[in-house]
């Protein structure tokens, strides 16, 4: 897992309620990026960091922000949660030119 | 709008046999074609890469055929294993050190003991 923790694995919330995830990973990688997996859809990304304090946007970024305050933790919020975010939520780190690890996901329903 | 698309969807392949999944792109300014390997429940991982340079590249059991011209590659797994059961992800990156990855929707891969 190359050191890559997610919180929580698993989360429901309702509608319209605020949501961070977190992803932790110990080996001091610059790169660290969030995607969401669903049906159809495959991987999308959504937001990445290169470095603290500097991120920027995937393709499906809209309702989501993220922060980055330090080298090991980057947080994605969902600011007022909706049913379409419902989703799979994997955080990734670069080793050498890629994502080359992930995490192991977050489970996240809204209802 | 996709950019990369991954066929087939799904695969089942007999234990020993070849399993062959293909992506193909449009964007000629990717230059970086990786495949990731996905259990369930799992994160993806990284299995192997290629970059447009070079038209094959052999990993163990695992080789990419790259193809510039007809901006296609693929990927062969020889002697599949049951324990090789899995989604396949192709993705294709643009250059520079902010590269993001375009995904292929996946390929669900059954080997049959």
């Known amino acids: 897992d190359a050191g890559i923790t997610q919180s929580p694995r698993h989360k429901v919330t309702e509608t319209g309620t605020p949501v961070t995830l977190r992803c932790h990973q110990t080996?001091?990688?610059?790169?660290m990026y969030w995607y969401r997996q669903d049906p159809g859809h495959g991987l999308r990304l959504i937001h990445y960091?290169?470095?603290?304090?500097?991120?920027d946007k995937g393709e499906v970024s809209d309702g989501y922000s993220v922060s980055r305050s330090k080298t090991e933790d980057f947080l994605l919020t969902l600011e007022s949660a909706t049913s379409s975010q419902t989703s799979v939520y994997f955080c990734?780190?670069?080793?050498?030119?890629?994502?080359?690890?992930f995490g192991q996901g977050t489970r996240l329903t809204v209802v | 709008q996709q950019q990369v698309k991954q066929s087939p969807q799904s695969l089942i392949v007999q234990k020993g046999g070849i399993s062959i999944i293909n992506c193909a792109y449009e964007n000629t300014a990717f230059d970086y074609f990786p495949w990731y390997q996905q259990f369930p429940g799992k994160g993806p991982a990284l299995l192997i890469a290629?970059?447009?340079d070079v038209s094959e590249k052999k990993e163990g059991r695992f080789t990419i055929s790259f193809n510039k011209s007809a901006k296609q590659f693929s990927l062969h797994i020889m002697d599949s294993q049951p324990g090789d059961s899995a989604t396949y992800f192709c993705a294709a990156g643009g250059a520079g050190n902010n590269r993001k990855l375009i995904w292929g929707l996946g390929t669900s891969l059954a080997v049959n003991p």
């Open positions: 960091s290169y470095g603290v304090k500097d991120t």
């Open positions: 990734a780190i670069r080793e050498g030119v890629t994502e080359a690890f």
């Open positions: 080996e001091n990688h610059r790169y």
């Open positions: 290629i970059r447009p």
